[in-house]
């Protein structure tokens, strides 16, 4: 196994952590995502162990480590927490300095933030306490529907029209998905309209911080085609989707970890 | 008896008339006429009277619900920081300020002048001062506080007719050109007789079955509000109130088997008006009074013919929303006896605190003291993203339910 | 910290702990005590009338009893202050000062009344438009029938008794004045939450009992001698009401230095003008036309950003946080015209939307620490 030091970011998720690590060079050696369990201090050694095993480094070979998310203040040994608000804008920024805007829906919580051409955030926005505009209620949704996330998207771009679904909240959604599939409504435009009422509520906090290109967006939710084309349409800019975009938040601890030494 | 609906005939004329309101304001935009945007409490008599044009953000908002654009145009508010919770009219109009994106092509024409008077809630102070910070032009605000107790005191009217008088100081000042007094109290003359009219229409509802219906008056109120104190306004009201004469006549009833009574209580729902309308004919019931309606006739109990002004101050302080619990319950009862109402419906109103806030408290006092029932219908004036039919729908079956139960 | 300084941040915490203690004990002295709604309340009108004063806050908790008798869309305060006095929990007082405001409380002043009839609700109708003649003649005409309503209760309320309560608050407000100057100056010698023990402890104390132990306190602060460490950035705390020091601590511990406030229960109740001589009444009514207005009133030409801009100025704070109590029109109306503003000024802005019932919650501290790093990055440039 190298010696060679390595910096990492963690960003403890409410529904998984990411590990990004980065070599002095400033390349970046391993990524890793797992569900975080009950305990998140705990996904935090996880994730951070089966980076490393990818990356074929030693635990001793960390040399500072950044955690962000939800969960940062649980890492009890991180050299340093960032919140995932600046730590996605820097990670985002670092993908492409033309970044002016991010949206990211997490499992808990959405946000959209505003950059500066310097790369700093310049206004933020994050959802109000429910779960409404969340990965979560897009996950409650599909298992009301009996569905894997993986078709949700796909299966939402089929319709044409969306099904109204007036409440964003998730507990009166889903009696009114129940309620519209009695009523003969297909799954397809069931999906679309829970992609429109999502977009809804992201729409309202992305324009509350204004909405410049290039967008990027990140966090689990932007995989979610169906909820991607929408949005799309809504801000009325194409997203820019980075490859992996879970782990953009770790990304950014991971670059403030580099820049700490 | 038919079932069938028979539709109001001026219905056509009221559509002229105002769309020939708005489309003479529209065109007056960039000339020399002055346009004033004013709430619908505010003192209009004094802008007829000066030759301005009122035009009504509330009104132009409403119609934007009818028209259903008024979800987008609160959206556009809310991109720009305006909370969700805040009043729908206001977030329809700043939205549509933003997009111009309206009913009238091109949005309301730009104001010269705002008059806000705040007889109808403390939001439209709030909305006139962002409406200044827009358009930087002046604004004449007038207090009327609001009323604690049964009756207003004369310091009360005596504040508000001052208010009146720096307006009309101030607005001759403002383009250069006194108001004639003459021209003033000819204005409010007028003004008071449309009131009547519209006073007297309602009151002719009070005939079982009734010739129209709330739905309806909430419809052809617009001319109330914007046209008072014109000559235009009477005629119109007279052709309406002699159709009602007919109709009643000719024993056409509003709701084909009307056998429930209901009063209305707060603004319409006007996403749904037509929905609503149509879901209580159904149900034989017609909706025969509105506290809102009611308020663009209110009466002050003090009149002095030798003081118009005064009376005008008075009158402006207004009636049932400007008035604490016990004046409201008294007026409640009031439509209760007069109009024989079986019950109550609530529009619980998530834009409007001030008219909303008392209801549930009404609602308990109608029933405890007063054996009436009341339905609370939750919802919005503007907004209907958070308006769900099926839950709608459920509340008022059951409520026409119970009051068969009490039929029989 | 000094051990007098400590000692005395002490005192007022256990006031705070136990808010009503002092008003019970009043009341067991044979005091009547008077709850107020608000700073609106002309309350040196009351303190001579002998009320003891206490301001009537929000607690956490539930409202079960205030959801039965208004909307789900009414503030926290409003629901939170209405449970109360439904569950009982206002019994200890003998009147209840509502000062006119904003449409909820007009209602909640209603709906009190009716329901809790046993105790006597006196509503101070102040005008909404708080400049010219008219308003003024009206204010004053309100402050005489208010006055002759407190007679009726408390018998002769002599001009030179109410001249003597309205020293007494002016002694209040200037040592109130000169604490925030010491807070403004030495951030470092107590943290925000004492600052606030202090000015909480002075809603829930009269004016003669809270001001001597202000006074020691502001000495002993005065003389420390050195100069101000602060790493933090300093941020000036603005919005609606803010009764629960929670949000204080939890603004603190994600890394802010709160060095002043613009809030009703803060600044806002003692950055008021001096009274001139003469005729009392004359006296409150000129207070209650100059001081700064609630988002509830409206002064022609006040421009509410670019008080606040001014404010933060004043402060060197490098950033405002504005706590807005959902549902809280007047303040959410201006925020959008306060926001701009203080950016075009170059000082960040966040926005927390509270509840007054509910703890801080776990987010808050995440926005707040974004904030905190949005400044630093910003001062790092």
């Keep these: 196994m190298s010696a060679a030091p390595c910096y990492a970011g963690i960003d403890v998720g409410s529904a998984t952590a990411k590990a990004v690590l980065f070599g002095r060079d400033g390349s970046m050696l391993a990524h890793a995502i797992i569900p975080s369990g009950g305990q998140l201090s705990l996904s935090a050694e996880l994730v951070l162990t089966k980076a490393l095993e990818k990356a074929g480094l030693a635990r001793d070979a960390v040399q500072t480590v950044v955690a962000t998310g939800y969960g940062r203040d649980t890492v009890t040994w991180r050299t340093k927490s960032i919140t995932e608000i600046t730590c996605h804008a820097r990670g985002a920024y670092f993908l492409s300095p033309h970044v002016r805007s991010v949206i990211d829906i997490g499992g808990q919580d959405s946000k959209a933030i505003s950059l500066a051409q310097d790369g700093s955030v310049r206004k933020f926005e994050m959802n109000d306490k429910c779960a409404a505009g969340t990965g979560r209620f897009l996950e409650v949704m599909a298992r009301t529907l009996g569905l894997s996330l ?53 729409h309202s906090l992305a324009s509350r911080v204004g909405m410049a290109p290039e967008v990027m967006m990140t966090g689990g939710v932007a995989k979610n085609i169906g909820v991607v084309k929408r949005i799309e349409q809504a801000i009325g800019f194409t997203l820019t989707i980075p490859e992996e975009p879970q782990i953009i938040g770790a990304l950014g601890a991971a670059l403030y970890a580099k820049d700490m030494g | 008896m038919s079932d069938e609906r028979v539709p109001i005939r001026s219905y056509k004329r009221m559509k002229e008339i105002m769309t020939m309101y708005y489309g003479m304001a529209k065109m007056s935009e960039g000339t020399d006429q002055k346009i004033a945007w004013i709430t619908s409490g505010g003192p209009v008599e004094i802008l007829y009277a000066a030759g301005i044009t009122p035009i009504y953000p509330e009104n132009h908002a409403a119609m934007c619900g009818a028209t259903k654009i008024a979800d987008s145009l609160c959206a556009a508010a809310e991109e720009r920081g305006f909370s969700r919770d805040l009043c729908s009219y206001a977030r329809t109009d700043f939205g549509s300020i933003y997009t111009k994106n309206s009913p009238v092509p091109g949005g309301l024409p730009k104001p010269d002048l705002l008059v806000c008077c705040n007889n109808i809630c403390d939001t439209v102070t709030k909305w006139y001062q962002e409406l200044q910070r827009i358009f930087k032009v002046p604004l004449f605000f007038i207090d009327a506080p609001y009323q604690y107790g049964m009756e207003d005191g004369p310091e009360i009217i005596d504040y508000v007719k001052a208010q009146l008088e720096e307006m009309i100081t101030g607005i001759g000042e403002l383009f250069g050109k006194p108001i004639d007094p003459d021209k003033l109290n000819y204005t409010i003359d007028i003004s008071e007789k449309a009131a009547a009219l519209w006073r007297e229409i309602q009151g002719m509802l009070a005939h079982k079955p009734a010739p129209m219906n709330s739905f309806d008056t909430f419809i052809h109120l617009a001319p109330i509000v914007t046209l008072r104190g014109t000559e235009l306004c009477i005629e119109y009201y007279e052709q309406l109130r002699d159709e009602m004469k007919e109709r009643i006549e000719l024993g056409i009833a509003s709701v084909p088997g009307e056998k429930y009574r209901l009063g209305w209580d707060n603004l319409a729902i006007w996403f749904k008006i037509k929905e609503l309308s149509d879901k209580f004919a159904v149900g034989k019931a ?8 009611e308020s663009f006739c209110y009466q002050a109990p003090y009149r002095d013919e030798n ?63 007063h054996g009436i029932p009341s339905l609370m219908l939750e919802a919005d004036m503007n907004d209907s993203r958070a308006w769900s039919d099926e839950q709608a729908n459920t509340r008022i079956e059951a409520f026409l339910e119970t009051l068969a139960a009490r039929k029989n | 910290m000094a051990i007098e300084t400590l000692e005395s941040i002490g005192l007022f915490q256990a ?23 608000c700073s609106y309340s002309p309350q040196e009108l009351f303190h001579a009338a002998g009320y003891y004063p206490v301001r009537i806050t929000a607690r956490h908790g539930g409202t079960p009893r205030a959801d039965e008798i208004i909307q789900a869309y009414s503030c926290s305060f409003a629901r939170s202050v209405l449970d109360r006095a439904l569950s009982g929990e206002f019994e200890f007082l003998d009147l209840v000062v509502f000062a ?53 209760l408390r018998g002769k309320i002599s001009y030179e008794a109410i001249w003597d309560s309205l020293h007494l608050y002016e002694q209040h407000r200037a040592m109130m004045r000169r604490l925030y100057a010491v807070r403004r100056a030495r951030p470092d010698l107590m943290s925000g939450q004492d600052l606030y023990w202090v000015v909480q402890a002075a809603q829930l104390m009269s ?6 132990l202000l006074s020691d306190l502001v000495e002993s602060l005065e003389a420390e001698n050195g100069e101000a460490e602060c790493f933090q950035p300093r941020v000036m705390l603005a919005g609606s009401v803010c009764e629960d020091s929670g949000f204080i601590s939890a603004i603190e511990e994600a890394g802010c230095t709160i060095v002043d406030d613009d809030l009703c229960m803060g600044s806002r109740s003692f950055l008021l003008p001096e009274a001139p001589e003469g005729d009392p009444m004359d006296a409150l009514t000129h207070i209650y036309f100059s001081r700064i207005p609630c988002p509830a009133f409206h002064r022609p030409g006040f421009d509410p950003g670019q008080h606040m801009l001014e404010r933060a100025r004043e402060a060197h704070a490098d950033g405002v946080i504005l706590l807005l109590t959902k549902f809280c029109d007047p303040w959410a109306f201006d ?47």
Aim: with cysteine.
């Design chain 1, 150 to 202: 993986e078709d949700f998207g796909p299966k939402a771009l089929i319709a044409d029209t969306p099904a109204k679904i007036s409440s964003t909240c998730t507990v009166f959604a889903e009696s009114e998905v129940i309620s519209l599939l009695a009523q003969g409504e297909t799954v397809e435009r069931i999906l679309a309209g829970l992609c429109a009422a999502i977009t809804q509520r992201v």
């Design chain 2, 286 to 293: 017609a909706l025969v009074v509105s506290t809102y309606p």
């Design chain 2, 307 to 369: 003081d118009k002004l005064r009376s005008l101050a008075a009158t402006y302080i207004g009636g049932y929303i400007n008035h604490g619990l016990d004046y409201r319950e008294r007026d409640l009862l009031h439509m209760v006896e007069k109009f024989s109402l079986d019950g109550f419906v609530m529009h619980s109103n998530r834009s409007c605190r001030a008219y909303s806030f008392g209801q549930y408290e009404l609602a308990k006092r109608l029933m405890q003291k």
């Design chain 3, 15 to 37: 006031v705070c702990a136990d808010p009503y203690k002092t008003a019970h004990k009043a009341s067991e002295n044979g005091r009547p005590v008077a709850g107020f709604m």
């Design chain 3, 100 to 152: 006119h405001t904003c449409d909820t409380l007009q209602n909640v002043a209603d709906l009190w009344r009716s329901n809790r009839p046993e105790v006597p609700v006196v509503i101070v109708s102040g005008p909404t438009l708080t400049a010219g003649k008219p308003a003024q003649t009206y204010f004053r005409q309100e402050l005489d029938r208010v006055h002759g309503v407190l007679e009726s």
């Design chain 3, 207 to 212: 004016p003669e009992e809270h001001l001597p």
């Design chain 3, 335 to 381: 925020y959008p015209q306060i926001w701009n503003t203080l950016e075009m000024g170059g000082v960040p802005t966040l926005l927390l939307e509270v509840e007054q019932n509910v703890p801080a919650p776990a987010q808050l501290r995440t926005r707040v620490e974004a904030f905190v790093e949005m400044i630093q990055s910003k001062d790092e440039l």
